[in-house]
């Protein structure tokens, strides 16, 4: 942490201490924080997603909770629901910067963590999203507008700001994730990164102390928008190799994306069969909440500067 980042993270310290109750987040019960990615230089395969925070930002992120929070694991949060200083750290997705960047900062403070990975996939070491996140970042507007036309069969929004999400949102089981693949298979110019973890690490994460480990699909397909037996081939049979992989170590399963708005009756209807919660995101603390009669853990999507961090634990529902 340089003079700056240090001036300014006791600056956040200070002002959390003496402000008035007024200014603190709301006494609304425990709060779950979602991570993905810690990497100062993301390569295009990650960086059209949205998902990445410097290391700097993640360790005053931690520094900062871990002096003015409780953390907790997640498997505790039961036993915290009503404390709306309690707080746990979920990171989703698996990527492979979790034990390379993330969990020296979590050892120095002593915190907790749940970290939700992919099954193995047939795409490798890019699933379909970093493949899309790739060809988003070095392809020209006119061949990213051919993309949209073959991969979702329609053009992009006028009002699209270069992400992921029209992608997503009208993705077709059919057809997006082989265009995508063609396109990537025709465009890729340089060697692939090693992005997840490997077998190795999760093996190292499932003994770790400070660890919890569950499922998160395979290939990070919307749910909402594959056929049922594609849901069950992402939500159970992934988990299940999972466990048959690493045991007992993988507990619960978390929805890709998180959107609430993903969560059809059919899809709860599966993770209820690895799950007794629906684990989702971006919006919202423990609380009485459930989605199709599913009790529901809403996490909260962390990134940016303290002051990101602030507003977030603020006005987050």
């Known amino acids: 942490m340089n003079s700056r980042q240090r001036l300014i993270f006791q600056s956040y310290k200070r002002l959390w201490r003496l402000a008035p109750p007024a ?3 709301r006494p609304a ?4 924080l979602l991570y993905h990615n810690v990497d100062d230089a993301p390569s295009p395969y990650v960086r059209r997603l949205g998902v990445t925070m410097t290391t700097a930002e993640f360790e005053a992120h931690i520094r ?80 990213v507008s051919r ?25 077709i089981e059919t057809r997006t994730p082989a265009a995508i693949r063609d396109a990537f298979e025709g465009h890729r110019h340089e ?20 660890v919890e480990l569950g499922s998160h699909t395979r290939n990070h397909y919307p749910l909402h928008r594959v056929s049922h037996e594609t849901v069950e081939a992402e939500v159970v049979l992934a988990h299940e190799e999972l466990t048959e992989r690493y045991g007992e170590a993988i507990d619960g399963f978390c929805l890709p994306f998180g959107y609430r708005h993903h969560l059809t009756e059919n899809v709860v209807r599966y993770i209820r069969k ?10 919202g603390r423990m609380g009485a909440h459930s989605v199709h009669g599913v009790p529901e853990i809403r996490r909260i999507g962390a990134w940016g500067n303290l002051g990101v961090l602030w507003h977030q634990l603020r006005y987050e529902p």
């Open 23 to 25: 200014l603190h987040p």
């Open 147 to 171: 993309l949209a036309r073959s991969a979702i069969g329609s053009d992009l929004p006028p009002d699209w700001r270069g992400d992921v999400t029209p992608f997503v949102e009208h993705f």
């Open 64 to 143: 900062f909770l871990a002096e003015t929070r409780t953390i907790v694991p997640f498997s505790r949060l039961a036993e915290h629901l009503d404390d709306p200083k309690a707080i746990a750290i979920t990171f989703d997705d698996g990527y492979r910067t979790i034990r390379s960047v993330a969990l020296p900062i979590l050892e120095r403070f002593g915190v907790p963590f749940k970290a939700y990975v992919l099954a193995p996939s047939e795409s490798g070491n890019a699933i379909w999203l970093n493949q899309l996140s790739y060809l988003l970042d070095t392809c020209s507007s006119s061949e």
């Open 29 to 32: 019960g425990a709060s779950v």
């Open 274 to 283: 690895v799950d007794e919660s629906v684990v989702s995101a971006y919006g």
């Open 191 to 210: 060697a692939m990164p090693d992005l997840y973890l490997s077998d190795e690490d999760i093996r190292a994460l499932a003994e770790h102390p400070l």
